[in-house]
């Protein structure tokens, strides 16, 4: 496709409910991430893909945050026993991205996918 | 990486020039600025990146000065279309390219 896609792009979950939430990366992107943005706020690295190696998890806020990348292309972030603090838009964005290059390597976003938990 | 503190908003008319300064005392050596835009309910979208003096391209303008403490994106004749969220984001790009936002400047133009 032309960009970054997200789906659902809109999620309403009771608490306690598990959630799976997809991105599918523009094709041959080598880099994935995700972020959470908060209302109001900017979007939080939450974790870093390069093909389908997990490289950075730093952001996850607990462990009930669990992403992976299967295949090197599409990624999906599953969030377990789903609570109201992570209300939020989940930001998934794509990139070129070699290490080793200095050179500009712009991040492409996806719409993304507004979970609501009630 | 570093951190930097932006204004929380500002407002323009139809037509006119917007500067967005950028301050980020404690940039490294190895770190670029990048600016992005966020229009409600999308992604960000990227706008310019610099390392230093001044980078134009079709849309903006990016200053940096000497000691690259600080950085100006400049919007030329912003029309209604540009209001959104303005976010400067200082990092390695080297490392992964995890970007860092503030919570940017929300640009508001009236026309």
């Known amino acids: 496709g032309a960009g970054v896609s997200q789906s659902p792009r809109y999620k309403v979950a009771k608490r306690g409910q598990d959630v799976a939430l997809r991105c599918d990366p523009i094709?041959?992107?080598?880099?994935l991430f995700w972020y959470q943005q908060a209302l109001g706020q900017g979007p939080e690295f939450l974790t870093y893909f390069q093909n389908e190696a997990q490289l950075d998890k730093s952001g996850l806020p607990s462990d009930r945050f669990f992403a992976e990348r299967p295949e090197g292309s599409v990624s999906t972030l599953k969030i377990q026993r789903t609570q109201q603090e992570d209300s939020a838009v989940y930001l998934c964005?794509?990139?070129?991205?070699?290490?080793?290059?200095?050179?500009?390597?712009?991040?492409?976003f996806g719409p993304g996918t507004r979970l609501t938990v009630l | 990486l570093a951190k930097t503190t932006q204004p929380i908003s500002m407002d323009s008319y139809e037509g006119q020039e917007v500067n967005i300064t950028c301050s980020h005392n404690n940039i490294a050596t190895n770190d670029y600025i990048t600016w992005y835009q966020q229009f409600p309910s999308q992604g960000p979208r990227f706008i310019i990146q610099?390392?230093?003096t001044k980078v134009t391209n079709e849309v903006a303008s990016l200053f940096i000065p000497a000691d690259r403490k600080s950085s100006t994106l400049s919007l030329p004749r912003v029309s209604l279309s540009d209001t959104a969220v303005y976010y400067c984001l200082v990092g390695d790009m080297e490392y992964g390219n995890k970007l860092v936002f503030g919570a940017g400047t929300i640009l508001r133009v009236k026309s």
């Open positions: 964005a794509s990139s070129l991205g070699y290490r080793a290059t200095r050179l500009t390597d712009t991040q492409y």
């Open positions: 610099g390392y230093k």
């Open positions: 094709s041959g992107h080598v880099s």
